[in-house]
């Protein structure tokens, strides 16, 4: 928690409308105590998160890179892509053993929420890229654990291309069969699992990410739980926030597809909220009072927006800018020294509520700009959608390195 005020985590997390129900001043660590209750597993939660990495896979990927087995498994794996893909042939014995074990859903899943889940995904899609590739995505440069992770891990080398791979998260996740057997989420849920772990053993050999970070180990439970809370949680209260039809059930299903998620991300189930209230509530304890600029974040943040500047959104940077300002903040906007487009601002503040309301079928009146908000949010949902290129899935492979510098 470097420099925080109680007055600027209020107020900051007043503007991203993470507040929630708590008050921020009960925030009492950057590592955070989520609190004993409202977690899935309804138990109390033993271990700070902060200190919770990942058992079942750590050693083992330390084991996979140093007897150099990495570059055969990402061999091995790029064609086990859906769920009910068999086991590739050609991995170690112990790596496919661990698989066995973890790639399935819990026992608590519900299936009949998690297809509501995806219906929801599908129904909602266009908003649901924009806020998670505009919002989330921008917010993650300013959470200075994972800024200065991504930055210098190998990944953090070519933006565009990891930013295509956590797109594929987002894209499998939102598939309509995510969670079916025909679908991707668990083994993209899996294989990400296993790349952090690596992370976990890689990053500490930087002598650039030693430089500059505030702990000894990357990903921490904690950490998964503050990045699910800039996309899921912000996610949620953003559709509440502009008036989207968000019925309780589709809630309700959004949030248990999020909770697989991050079970299947290795965050053990006592610290995964329970309910939306519970989840706004550790929001505002873990992720609000955190989040302030750094040196990584704010080259992340323009490699990112340079990226949606390549495709033809319709919209000048200007807008880019203004937008993503409105639907984070200024403080935020500032931090990241995104320049001001008074014009833009004033357009999307006014015109956006209008471009909802009528899409929404809640206002008659279409709005003069409808045209250029249809074909941003359009060109938006494409570029997930297509992985921004060619269309085909973008494979996660498992690093072996570092950036260099
Ligand atoms: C890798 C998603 C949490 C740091 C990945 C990948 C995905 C992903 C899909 C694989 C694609 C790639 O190689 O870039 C997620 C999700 C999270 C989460 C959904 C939580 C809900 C975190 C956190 C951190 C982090 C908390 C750090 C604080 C990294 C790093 C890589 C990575 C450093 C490797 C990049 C590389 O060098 O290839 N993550 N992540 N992630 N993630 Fe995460």
Redesign the pocket.
Known sequence: MENLSRRRALSLGVALGLVGVANPAGALSSTGSTGSTGSVAGAAAGTDPAWIWDDATDPLMVSMLENGHVPGINTAWASWVNNNDPLPAGLPDVFAAHLRQFNRLPAWADRTKLARAADFNRRRDTYLFMLYGLGSGIMSTV?P??A???Y?????ADMQ???A??F???YDLSQLRAFEPTGQFVV??N??RV??A??RH??PQSPHWKAVADETI???AA??????H???TFVYRKLLDWKIPFPAADQEAFLHS?QV??HL?GVPDEHIPQTWAAAEKQAAQVLTPILTPSTEGIALAEDLLGLTAQIDLGVTRGFLNEFVRYVLNDQVGDWLGLKRDYASAALVRTAWPAFILFREGLSPVMPGTFYVFDQFVRALAMLFLNKGSSGTT?P????TG??AG
């Open positions: 959470i654990r994972e200065k992770s991504v210098w891990s190998a990944g953090g291309d990891r930013a791979k956590t594929t998260f987002g993209t849920a294989k990400t790349v952090h690596a992370v890689l990053l990357p990903i921490s950490d998964i739980l503050v990045t699910f800039s996309l899921g999020w998620a991050i991300l973008t996660i492979t498992i690093p570092n950036r």
